[in-house]
């Protein structure tokens, strides 16, 4: 069975750090694209980030250039999301989605990251 | 960031035929393919229509979309009770950006 599940999330305070993983499993990880969506409480979906399944090509959010860094790990069959200089604006669901071009067959359960004093 | 626009709501009785826009621009639907996603309450988002008009398997072919130059459109036709859902169009843009709509809600009357 397919599946992403996704961790890390939490309360952190603003101007904190918090690193996302999304564990991969039923599927051949590094053959494809991934990426991370967010959607703040009862707001639309907002996509955050992109990365290739093996070059690491990566695009980023103007919201979030230069604050987060997508990553991944193919042996371990893991994406990533370090999040820095955490704002109150990025309280949201963070989503995993697998595919490229906007085009997400499959997505994991979403993981809630609040800033928040 | 660009956003695709969409409607808040849309509506209709059980059997109706509801259709959702999206405008968006030259530099995402005008030059690139749309996606749409639907949302039930507390679950991820499902993908509904990809490249335009293409069904994944599994979704009813109640649902159909269509593109013309810079907009896009979503039907559901036979409207049911449990497509009471939020609905987002999806583009990529040629600044290297994904772009969502900004949502429609449907109620089934």
């Known amino acids: 069975e397919e599946q992403l599940v996704e961790s890390g999330g939490g309360l952190v305070q603003p101007g904190g750090s918090l690193r996302l993983s999304c564990e991969a499993s039923g599927f051949s990880f590094s053959d494809y694209e991934m990426n991370w969506v967010r959607q703040a409480p009862g707001k639309g979906l907002e996509w955050v980030s992109y990365i290739s399944g093996s070059d690491n090509t990566v695009y980023y959010a103007d919201s979030v250039k230069g604050r987060f860094t997508i990553s991944r790990d193919n042996a371990k069959n893991s994406l990533y999301l370090q999040m820095n200089s955490l704002r109150g604006e990025d309280t949201a669901v963070y989503y995993c989605?697998?595919?490229?071009?906007?085009?997400?067959?499959?997505w994991g359960q979403g993981t809630l990251v609040t800033v928040s004093s | 960031q660009s956003v695709l626009t969409q409607p808040p709501s849309a509506s209709g009785t059980p059997g109706q035929r509801v259709t959702i826009s999206c405008s968006g621009s030259?530099?995402?639907?005008?030059?690139?393919?749309v996606n749409w996603y639907q949302q039930l309450p507390g679950t991820a988002p499902k993908l509904l229509i990809y490249?335009?008009?293409q069904r994944p398997s599994g979704v009813p072919d109640r649902f159909s979309g269509s593109k013309s130059g810079t907009s896009a459109s979503l039907a559901i036709s036979g409207l049911q009770s449990e497509d009471e859902a939020d609905y987002y169009c999806?583009?990529?843009?040629?600044?290297?950006?994904?772009?969502f709509g900004t949502g429609t809600r449907v109620t089934v009357l």
């Open positions: 490249s335009n008009n």
């Open positions: 989605a697998r595919g490229g071009w906007l085009v997400f067959f499959f």
């Open positions: 999806a583009a990529w843009d040629d600044n290297l950006n994904g772009v």
């Open positions: 030259s530099s995402n639907i005008g030059i690139n393919t």
